[in-house]
């Protein structure tokens, strides 16, 4: 599967990480229901989805803090870009 597919999907697929149904919902403009995935789970992997959906809304400050802990930079992409990046990672790496 890569990014295109996870986004044409009609749900998150089934026993997906939270980060990864996180990606799913931020997709289809549920970044409530993303965020809630991610808020509260420990790891990078979340911590890097969690830093993309700040920046989504515009919080360049708490995305910066979240793009630490995942251990990432903040890249000058449209976030559509970022998105699918983050997504590939994910999935290459099996949904973490």
Do not use: C, F
Not at 24 to 48: N, S
Not at 73 to 87: C, F, M, P, R, S
């Amino acid at each position: 599967m890569n990014a295109a597919e996870l986004r044409a999907m009609p749900a998150p697929p089934e026993g997906a990480s939270a980060p990864l149904a996180a990606l799913w919902h931020a997709a289809h403009g549920e970044w409530d229901k993303a965020h809630a995935l991610v808020q509260d789970e420990e790891g990078q992997a979340a911590a890097w989805v969690h830093a993309h959906l700040h920046r989504m809304e515009g919080d360049r400050a708490n995305a910066d803090y979240w793009y630490e802990r995942a251990g990432k930079t903040y890249l000058e992409l449209e976030t559509e870009e970022e998105w699918k990046q983050i997504a590939n990672a994910a999935l290459l790496e099996g949904g973490w």
